[in-house]
């Protein structure tokens, strides 16, 4: 079946860097992207998402972008804070669906 | 406050005993999903509901069961757990009915253990 990946399943960064996260999907017709932040003991936790239709998505010291061409799809996080450990994954929906497909998930850590 | 809630958030049971996890949101959402966490999967989608009385199978439904009497409430139900349905397990919502892809909002998870 088609599915949602991560190319690294542990990311470490120095606090104060930048992170990316990526992730590949492989439905060509999923028009809906979401990232998702969890951490431990807790529900995952919305982030950002964003549409088809755009390339470039900007929220809070997050940044979403998504290549349609190459079905990618990336978290870049700003000036990466300790409180940003935790397991990011990704998720994609198509329209006229009600389904959502998950990503396994990065474990992001940040070195003090 | 907003939120979806779960109980029990810990259970251990046995084999072949019936249990329910509850799950209720005060956001009047109409969707309503069920999702298992095992390491290395990610999550899969269990049930779904799109509204009162209307729910379908997702991606791993074998061994559970919903229902949907009210808008806020989307118990899951093991009618007879087995190992295999040792996981954690998250109870997700959403405004709309989510044909067109909309944030979810989760619960804080319920750990099964099947003995």
């Known amino acids: 079946g088609e599915s949602v990946g991560l190319h690294l399943p542990t990311l470490s960064v120095q606090e104060g860097d930048n992170s990316i996260i990526n992730c590949a999907y492989s439905?060509?017709?999923?028009?809906?992207f979401i990232w998702y932040k969890q951490e431990s003991g807790k529900g995952p936790q919305f982030i950002i998402d964003?549409?088809?239709?755009?390339d470039k998505r900007q929220g809070q010291r997050v940044t979403v972008l998504l290549n349609k061409t190459v079905k990618h799809l990336s978290l870049q996080i700003a000036a990466t804070q300790p409180g940003d450990s935790a397991v990011y994954f990704c998720?994609?929906?198509?329209?006229?669906?009600?389904?959502?497909?998950f990503g396994t998930g990065t474990r992001l850590k940040v070195l003090a | 406050e907003a939120q979806v809630t779960q109980n029990p958030r810990y259970l251990i049971t046995v084999t072949g005993k019936k249990l329910t996890v509850t799950c209720s949101q005060n956001?009047?959402?109409?969707?309503m999903s069920w999702y298992r966490q095992d390491p290395g999967l990610g999550l899969r989608q269990i049930y779904y509901s799109m509204n009162v009385e209307v729910t379908d199978k997702g991606d791993v439904p074998e061994g559970y069961k919903v229902s949907r009497k009210e808008k806020r409430n989307f118990p899951l139900i093991l009618e007879s757990p087995s190992p295999n349905q040792t996981s954690l397990y998250f109870c997700?919502?959403?405004?709309?009915?989510?044909?067109?892809?909309?944030?979810?909002?989760f619960g804080p998870g319920t750990r099964l253990l099947v003995l």
């Open positions: 439905n060509s017709a999923s028009d809906y």
């Open positions: 997700a919502s959403s405004l709309a009915g989510a044909s067109v892809g909309e944030t979810q909002y």
């Open positions: 998720a994609d929906h198509t329209s006229g669906t009600y389904k959502y497909i």
């Open positions: 956001m009047n959402h109409e969707y």
């Open positions: 964003i549409r088809s239709n755009m």
